[in-house]
């Protein structure tokens, strides 16, 4: 889930998932969701996760400008 301080304002977002390592990043995929613009949060649930490791998620409108990002560690047992 994302939530922001004001309305999204756009009707559409790309969510980018890239995997951290020591040697830099890569990016996994890049997905786009409909969002309602009047709103200030949205879910996005098709994200699945193959590898245990750290990913970067980034959120950013079809400008390219970024709303918000963050980090998450996945480990598989």
Excluded: H
Aim: avoid cysteine; glycine fraction near 8%.
């Amino acid at each position: 889930m994302l939530k922001t301080a004001q309305p999204i304002g756009v009707g559409s977002v790309d969510v980018r998932l890239e995997r951290e390592s020591l040697d830099g990043s890569e990016i996994i995929d890049t997905m786009p969701y409909d969002v309602s613009p009047d709103k200030n949060y949205f879910y996005f649930d098709k994200i699945t996760f193959y590898k245990s490791g750290d990913y970067k998620v980034t959120v950013f409108k079809k400008d390219g400008t970024v709303l918000s990002s963050g980090k998450v560690r996945i480990e598989f047992e």
